[in-house]
């Protein structure tokens, strides 16, 4: 019954995010495509306490998760190496709609006391004078990160270090749950803190590691680049299986990438400028970071593996990313992949938890402080709970929600198609103006 749900959902999604990515590329004229105009847009309001930078590394935060590693990994392990392909393309064509999302979110977003708040439910409900989705796509938000996407971090974290260390899930559990909420009890400016810092450090970390192991099987890497592209188009498309290994490219791509879900727009809605269109413009350097650096590292330690004779039952994906940087380096290879485990998805927890803080505070407004430690508490509990149960059913929660949402948001992109179009254009003309003078 679940696959049946999540085939139908996903079958949706994949029409509103490859056809609405399609159509805003060719309308603005491919801006993911003009890297150097990427980077103008991180000169922020000095009235905002947090930077078009740290918005950035906040929404990193979320988006280069264990999806990167571990979600990675479970495509490869189910689809072949093929789905890289796809994850490939799918970031291109998607990242756009990470930039409409953002744009959309900062035009729309709110003065909180001394910070700004803003996302889709914000331009769902303005924009398309549609309260009643705008608060669905925020008690989804909630679902989607508290139940579904930090849980699976926890579960990530809990299953690497068991793995190596054979210590007790519920202990590392305690104590990763102990650690979380000392983080998110200390609020927006301590999670920016930890993001800001843990994103860029996780960052220059996994470059290298990525060289390290290219530069150790340069004699491979024709082949399996050959792999990737051949296997994406295999004669089992005849049975169905390149309609597999696209779909699989895809769910695992948007889990990784966040592309169109509207979550990146909460996180540079913490921003505040004048030129919304570059800080919207930013977010497609996200995108670009998690699949070009992140989920192509991973592949690639994996595709040079012998990962083909290993077998797991009830992956999460880790075991197999383990298995490989073990293949590789050895004993150093398990510490580092550790490592990047427990900070990649620690920043995605703290992340996530504000982006569920956030839905709360649209869904109820002033929200007492009572109520917001209530969420905190919630929050510990599912992670505790994460760091045990089944990775499977983690899994299948999280591609269900991340299809939810990435209808609701893709459909409010499309129904505010003409804003996004003409301020782009007035903005570019503007531009082209001043140049001429």
Partial sequence: MIKIITDILWSIAIVFLLGGGLYFSIKLGFPQLKIKSLFKGFRGDKKSSVSPFKSLTMSLAARV????????ALAIYIGGPGTIFWIWLTGIITSINSFCESYLGVKYQEKDENAYKGGPSFYIEKGLKNKKLASLYSILIIIAYIVGFMTIQANTITTSIHNYYKIDPIIIGIVLCMISFLSIMKGLDRIVSITSKLVPLMGIGYVILSIIIIALNINLMPSVLLEIITSAFNSKAITGGIISTFI????????????GLGTGSIASSCSHTNDKISLGLIQILGIYFTVFIVCTSTALLILTSDYTTVNFNHMNGIELTQYALDYHLGKIGIIVL?????????????AGYYYGESSLKYLIKNASRTQINILKTVTIILLMIGSVISATLLWNIVDILVAMLSIINMYALLRLRKEIILDYKNRKNKQLHLVKL
């Fill in 65 to 72: 998760g264990v999806g990167s590693l571990a979600g990675i």
């Fill in 248 to 259: 699989i490219g895809i769910q695992r791509g948007i889990f990784s990438t966040e592309s």
């Fill in 338 to 350: 550790m490592l990047s485990v427990i900070s990649l998805a620690y920043s995605t927890i703290v």
